[in-house]
């Protein structure tokens, strides 16, 4: 009843109470072919501002209520005595929800992940101080989880580069649990990232590959499904490759590639121009979340960049 | 009733912020902390059932997975010492009232007057050989600041016998209590601020000026004596007396005056820049009369050059410049300081201070989004250990202010692209806060142009944000008053950036639904200052003080009128509009209240429960207050008796390897990772060139650039500038060479020369000269006229519009020495200077980062004899006199040159050469390539000085080695070129200061450099044989050099790295 009847997978892109990364999250979700929709979290509640009428749902990056009480946590709270059943009817009709840094601490205290064998109310999982005792701001290599179930990673173990690379900018980002919890994460493959070295091979733990450590040097989990995905990382922060902290050296390599074999005097632009017009690895997380919804729920879409 | 909530991590959980006590008490005192718990205290003041008390618990405060938590009893955590630490009262406790906006959403009840909750910690350490004197210190130095804060310590045995006695007293007072919840030592106590005050005017007796002289001091008006006689000419005037009369009043109120005090203060009038000044130079008996060096140095020039920049939009009259983006986008650019109150509660005063310069740019204009942010940080030496007393040790402060711009930026979602810390004694009587705030806005809202705004008769007054109490409220001073249970601690105030975040959010919307004509925000002045000013738009206004949502009851109505309570706007909404306002102001959940409304009146009319308080002209301030005048002598510094030191260069390699290293050491020069890692500078998602750069990501970049608009791939640009030291020896260098760097570093990174825009902000010791108060007072006054005339020099010469700027004087303290003596302690004259711009085409940016081995590596621009004040001079304990100077005219065609070679895309990368000279700059590159780096001194262009010097090889080892590697010349910059571009470079380069001193290197990864060749045979005979290295150099020329560097980059970046390295 909720199919998209032709027209765009829509998503929304929470904002209010201290939540910030909601243009950036939006311009990613439009980038991969959507139509985002920035709303006010009392809009929902409200019922100005109706979720069914959304395909995804983005739990964004911020500070919810100041993190003052644990971070996401009453925001998950709001969302648990205001939105409870909604979010529940929502993941029961096949869409799918993403939360990032803020939002992914803040699905964990809802219980929504990692939503072992569909109890989507337990909170079994917690997301605490950074060892280092600090917010911290860096780019982390990740590995990603073939096995994985996450429909938002599909492909994106087969980058060509090196590994995925995403910013992390948290200060509450070591994921814990009881050792039964993490097992029966690993057993699913319910860990979907794991932060790595520069070769793609998990950090063990290691500071500053695993930023905060993380037990098992977990970065993102989904549920049983793979519809609802959760990850420290910055996909939207990486929606262009200007964005990586390496992308001159990745110019200034390709102008001398062609310097070398002489084939050609282009202009200076040309490789910029051409990395501006391919996806970055960030953008495949929510063109692969848009990509599914559409086959799920609407029409293919026509202008898929490749 | 009162209760106590306690939440704590589950024992088999790493604490991590009590390991981070652990490690400060050890690295800061030497204090062995075993081990630790930290414990957080939500004392709730509400009448509640218990089962409503368990809920909270249970559902808000404790996270079944991570943590432990109670409430009818003190959690059971082992301690030798308990430490409790919680607010003053009358303190934003900003985690208290996010939780009572969670229980109020849970219970779905709201919180009466006097209910409210409050949050504290205590810190559970064990340690055999802690001693009560230990644990004072760790409380009184690491946890708590007595100014905003209390705390209590107890051993084991005081928490027992603590407990038992409140259980028995307790006991014995209501057998019946069910609960016992007040059974326990700390968490009962709230600091709930209670004036029990009945609120009032004053009026003012104005018989004579020593009568209101007397007042003014009494009740810390701070009114200038020369104003005095202005202020009583205008209440004694018949035709005054007569209109006030009507309204009830005679002689001035409190209100009136503190309004004037406010209006008239040096904060926001800026008497000194508009003051007059007698400028006398002793040396040569050049007199001038500086008339007022804002109109002649900075107004003067800007509003010349926008003119002939059609790029800027708005400046020198709203809350900030404004200048195009593109065609649809404007942006946005101020800065502040916030120096007084981080150097008495430095996280405060920080946090404050860069949530507070956040409402700026919201305020300029109809409002715009808030898209950057940047820091400046001067402290004291962090390891200082003489006999003067700062009111907090550099090291706390600096740890302070680090945190406070950490919170305060990363939680209003604002990424902090840019930053500088740096040391200096003189920082000790006053630390600087630098903050600095960028926005964009559309250039069109609702087809009205964005950077204009009005108040118009009939508009409402309406107050956004946050509430009012006694923050900020001058007269409250921290250590005279005796401070009770209940005295709200409010001159020191806590930024609160969720609240702001909200507001800035809800106001972004009414902004573009079209509801608001004006809007300004809420700073020093408070209401005094935002309503005051937007009311000589519409020429008048009346409000409704009653109105005002308060904090708490029994304030005064002129507190409330001049109040500094934070996150707050002031909004003039036309009447059909206030209902959708409100609405929305609702729905974001953002207090907005009506609270008076504009006239015509030509009246400030200020009333309490219909009785009126204030009555005066809204043009009072322009009735011909005197000028400030100020004294200024010039005392060249040869006169002064600064003289070059006489040295002999470092001999060998080992010499000038350990020189290098020493160089790299220093607390001005050394890497601040740990500090840049703490902001969140990619949020926004439009990060393009970060503030740390190079294959570890470690070197600071030279300028960052973002893209604010995510569809558009324009940038704005923007770099910052700090060279105080060179104001020991001349301020007019100090600013010439502060804005050519932060130009230089703007066109390092692919900026345009044609679009810089900047922001001066000027910190000053106190320049009015007393004989024994400030006997050097007009030294200093002479050298703030001199930086003006540099500034304007610069901006002229660069085609700098100066889009914003501020100036915060009397950067001095009196500290406390050893013998119970007092010592006054000034600020080196301090110039930030911040310059931003706009990038084109973002894929075109460069960084510092030598890209490619087999590079060509190049010196732009000329190496002088100028070691003045420099890193180098300081490390040796000396200050020189050859300051570096700038030739704008001759600098500026290389900047050209340069952004021409940039934009056709032939060079892989730059660096503007800065503090620490060449030697510093080539070990900063090689560091951040990873790579080796040839170095041959001898092709560094030299001024004309320097080479004819080094052609006749007149004097014995001039120039040395030494000056070529540390000299501090302006104007020059390291770059990398592919050796495929070397003519092209090099023909665009023709006739300029322009030198190929080496090659990035493809067989080893040191740092080489050879020295210019050896002026004597006797010289080169001294150094051993393993000095000589037969290295390829270019060309094969200057074989016969010889190798005075030659240490592996990685060695060079450790070195750099250790001394802050540890910190987090």
């Known amino acids: 009843m909720n199919r998209a009847n032709g027209k765009k997978i829509k998503a929304v892109v929470l904002t209010g109470f201290g939540l910030n990364c909601d243009m950036e999250t939006a311009h990613a979700f439009e980038l991969a072919g959507a139509e985002a929709h920035r709303v006010h979290i009392n809009m929902l509640i409200s019922g100005k501002v109706d979720l069914d009428s959304f395909h995804i749902l983005a739990l964004g990056g911020g500070f919810s209520w100041g993190d003052d009480h644990g971070a996401g946590v009453i925001q998950a709270l709001k969302l648990k005595n205001h939105l409870g059943d909604q979010l529940l009817s929502f993941i029961d009709q096949g869409k799918l929800v993403i939360g990032i840094c803020n939002g992914f601490q803040t699905l964990v205290n809802l219980g929504l992940l990692p939503g072992i064998n569909g109890d989507y109310k337990t909170r079994s999982v917690a997301l605490t101080w950074n060892d280092c005792g600090n917010f911290r701001d860096q780019w982390v290599n990740l590995s990603v989880n073939p096995k994985s179930p996450s429909l938002f990673t599909r492909g994106l173990y087969d980058l060509s580069s090196d590994n995925l690379a995403l910013p992390v900018r948290h200060a509450q980002g070591k994921f814990v649990a009881d050792k039964v919890v993490i097992d029966t994460l690993i057993d699913s493959d319910q860990v979907v990232l794991r932060y790595a070295d520069i070769h793609g091979k998990p950090a063990m733990g290691k500071f500053p590959e695993n930023p905060n450590g993380s037990i098992h040097d977990i970065a993102g989990i989904c549920d049983t499904t793979g519809h609802v995905f959760g990850l420290m990382p910055h996909p939207e922060a990486y929606n262009h490759f200007t964005n990586h902290p390496d992308w001159q050296s990745e110019i200034e390599i390709l102008k001398r590639r062609d310097k070398n074999d002489r084939s050609d005097n282009r202009d200076v632009n040309f490789h910029g121009n051409c990395l501006a017009s391919l996806p970055s690895p960030g953008l495949k997380i929510f063109m692969n979340a848009v990509n599914y919804l559409s086959e799920k729920f609407g029409e293919p879409l026509l202008n898929q960049k490749s | 009733m009162i209760s106590c909530i306690e939440t704590a991590l589950k024992p088999e959980l790493l604490d991590a912020e009590a390991v981070g006590l652990q490690r400060k008490a050890m690295d800061y005192f030497n204090i062995n902390i075993h081990d630790g718990r930290v414990v957080n205290l939500v004392t709730i003041e509400a009448e509640l059932s218990f089962d409503e008390l368990r809920a909270i618990k249970d559902e808000i405060l404790t996270n079944p997975v991570i943590q432990i938590s109670s409430l009818e009893n003190p959690l059971e955590i082992g301690f030798d010492w308990c430490i409790w630490v919680g607010f003053r009262p009358g303190v934003r406790d900003n985690a208290g009232s996010t939780a009572q906006e969670a229980v109020k959403d849970l219970l779905k009840r709201d919180f009466r007057a006097g209910e409210g909750i409050y949050t504290s910690k205590r810190y559970c350490i064990t340690g055999n050989e802690l001693t009560r004197e230990d644990v004072e210190k760790i409380a009184g130095e690491l946890l708590a600041n007595p100014i905003i804060q209390q705390w209590k310590v107890f051993s084991y045995r005081e928490w027992k016998d603590t407990g038992e006695k409140s259980n028995n007293i307790s006991k014995a007072l209501d057998s019946s209590s069910v609960k016992n919840f007040d059974s326990r030592p700390v968490g009962l106590a709230v600091p709930k601020v209670m004036l029990n005050h009945v609120p009032g005017f004053d009026t003012i007796n104005i018989e004579s000026d020593q009568a209101l ?361 036309k009447p059909e509009y206030i209902d959708r306002f409100m609405e929305l102001s609702k729905e974001h959940e953002v207090e907005s209240t009506v609270i008076g409304t504009y006239t015509d009146s030509g009246k400030l009319h200020i009333l309490y429960n219909e009785k009126t308080c204030a009555y005066v002209d809204i043009d009072l301030l322009e009735k011909g207050f ?83 608009v995510l569809t558009s791939e324009r940038g704005i640009v923007f770099s910052q500038a700090l060279l105080p030291w060179y104001s020991k020896i001349d301020a007019y260098h100090m600013m010439s060479c502060t804005i050519d760097e932060a130009v230089r570093r703007i066109i390092a990174v692919g900026g345009s020369i044609s679009h810089i825009g900047g922001v001066d902000n000027f910190c000053w010791p106190d320049i009015q000269h007393h004989p024994e108060k400030n006997p050097d007072g007009r030294f200093k006054a002479a050298q703030l006229v001199r930086a003006c ?38 600020a080196l004259e301090t110039v930030q200077f911040s310059a931003t711009g706009v990038v084109e085409d973002i894929k075109k940016c460069i960084t510092l980062e030598p890209r490619m081995p087999g590079d060509l590596v190049y010196v732009l621009g000329v190496t002088a004899d100028e070691l003045g004040a420099s890193e180098y001079y300081e490390l040796l304990g000396k200050t020189g006199l050859n300051v570096p100077e700038v030739n704008f005219k001759r600098f500026k065609v290389i900047y050209k040159t340069l952004e021409k070679a940039v934009d056709s895309g032939i060079v892989a990368s730059a660096h503007a050469v800065a503090r620490g000279g060449l030697g510093v700059h080539f070990a900063l590159s090689a560091i951040s390539s990873g790579m080796g780096m040839d170095i041959n001194l001898d092709s560094v262009p030299l001024s004309p000085d320097l080479s004819s010097a080094k052609e006749s090889n007149s004097i014995d080892g001039f120039p040395g080695d030494d000056l070529l590697l540390f000299s501090e010349s302006s104007g020059r910059f390291i770059v990398t070129v592919a050796p495929e571009y070397q003519s092209v470079f090099e023909k665009l380069f023709k006739g300029l200061p322009c030198g190929c001193v080496g090659r990035i290197s493809d067989t080893h990864s040191n740092l080489r450099i050879q020295g210019i060749k050896p002026c004597k045979i006797e010289a080169v005979k001294s150094v051993k044989a393993e000095d000589f290295k037969d290295i390829s150099t270019l060309d094969g020329k200057n074989m016969d050099s010889f190798l005075i560097i030659d240490t592996p980059c990685d060695y060079l970046e450790k070195v750099w790295q250790a001394p802050m390295g540890g910190m987090v």
């Open chain 2, 213 to 573: 002289q007397k007042i003014s001091n009494e009740r810390n008006l701070a009114l200038n004596p020369r104003d005095i006689p202005v202020i009583r000419q205008y209440f004694l005037d018949p035709d005054v007396r007569e209109s006030r009369n009507r309204v009830g009043l005679s002689e001035p109120t409190d209100v009136e005056l503190e309004y004037i005090s406010q209006a008239r203060s040096d904060h926001c009038n800026h008497n000194t820049f508009r003051g007059l000044f007698n400028y006398r130079d002793i040396s040569t008996g050049e007199t001038a009369v500086e008339k007022n060096l804002f109109k002649t140095y900075i107004q003067e020039p800007t509003l010349q050059l926008k003119d002939e920049k059609e790029w800027v939009v708005s400046v020198l009259w709203d809350n900030a410049g404004v200048g195009r983006f593109d065609g649809e986008n404007n942006y946005v650019i101020t800065g502040e300081t916030h120096n007084s109150p981080s150097n008495m509660e430095a996280y405060g005063g920080a946090i404050t201070g860069i949530v507070g310069v956040y409402r700026d740019p919201l305020g300029t204009g109809l409002g715009s989004r808030l898209i950057m942010g940047s820091y400046g940080f001067c402290v004291g030496d962090i390891n200082y250990n003489g006999p003067l007393k700062a009111p907090l040790h550099p090291r706390r402060l600096l740890d302070g202010v680090v945190e406070g711009v950490k919170d305060g930026g990363n939680k209003s979602g604002v990424p902090t692209t840019f930053g500088q810390t740096l040391f200096n004694d003189g920082y000790m009587g006053k630390s600087l806060v630098f903050v600095t705030a960028l926005g964009i806005m559309p250039s069109h809202v609702n087809g009205m142009p964005s950077h204009e705004k009005k108040t118009e008769p009939g508009d409402l007054v309406v107050m956004s944000g946050g509430r009012v109490g006694k923050d900020g409220i001058h007269g409250v001073t921290a250590s005279s008053e005796v401070l009770s249970e209940n005295t709200p601690a409010g001159h020191v105030q806590i930024g609160d950036p969720y609240t702001q975040k909200k507001m800035h959010d809800f106001l972004l919307i009414a902004r573009d639904e079209g509801l608001f004509g004006f809007i300004t925000d809420n700073g020093g002045g408070g209401l005094s200052s935002s309503v005051g000013e937007s009311a000589m738009i519409s020429n008048g206004c009346e409000i409704w003080l009653d109105k005002v949502p308060l904090k708490y009851d029994g304030l005064d109505m002129w507190e409330i009128w001049v109040s500094e309570s934070q996150e707050r706007m002031t909004i003039a909404v």
């Open chain 2, 626 to 708: 005197p000028q400030w005048e100020f004294d200024a002598v010039w005392v060249p510094p040869d006169i002064r008796g600064l003289t070059e030191p006489v040295l002999k260069p470092p001999s060998g390699k080992a010499g000038y390897n350990d020189l290098l290293c020493d160089m790299l050491a220093r607390p001005n020069i050394c890497s601040k990772e740990w500090i840049v890692r703490q902001y969140d500078h990619e949020v926004q998602g439009g990060s393009v060139i970060k503030p740390l750069v190079g294959i570890n990501r470690n070197v600071p970049s030279d300028a960052s650039v973002i893209r604010p």
């Open chain 2, 789 to 826: 005339r540099a500034l304007k020099d610069a901006s002229f010469a660069y085609g700098i519009p100066l889009l914003s700027g501020k100036d915060s004087m009397y950067v001095d303290g009196y500290l406390q020495g050893k013998y119970g003596d007092s010592v006054k302690v000034s």
